[in-house]
């Protein structure tokens, strides 16, 4: 269960955690050091990333005002969290499968991307 931060009403947290979660932390520099550390990376590769901090904001502020708007009752307040706790566990899933083809053990699957 995720605690509301001190202060707010029970949908008002909801509304915020969701916003928090939908937002990308990618920024210029991380992707300037992915450029000058990683050969196999290219602004091409990275385009999607180069565009996506304003789409983000744009989308989390949708979440945000949608939640407000719509989840009024507990029962939508907690289909909200569901929705965003499903998000999460998919995302967490890729990562954890990025994870264990690229850092360890290292076992790229058949077909997939191999860095040189």
Not at 45 to 65: G, H, I, V
């Amino acid at each position: 269960m995720v605690s509301r931060p001190p202060g707010t009403q029970h949908s008002e947290a909801h509304s915020m955690i969701l916003a928090m979660c939908m937002e990308m932390p990618a920024g210029k520099p991380s992707m300037a050091g992915m450029l000058a550390n990683y050969p196999f990376v290219t602004r091409e590769t990275l385009s999607y990333f180069e565009k996506r901090p304003p789409q983000a904001e744009r989308d989390a502020d949708f979440a945000l005002n949608y939640v407000k708007q719509h989840a009024k009752t507990p029962e939508q307040q907690q289909l909200v969290l569901a929705a965003l706790e499903f998000k999460c566990s998919v995302l967490w899933s890729m990562l954890d499968a990025l994870s264990h083809a690229y850092v360890s053990p290292g076992q790229v699957p058949p077909g997939a991307f191999v860095p040189a």
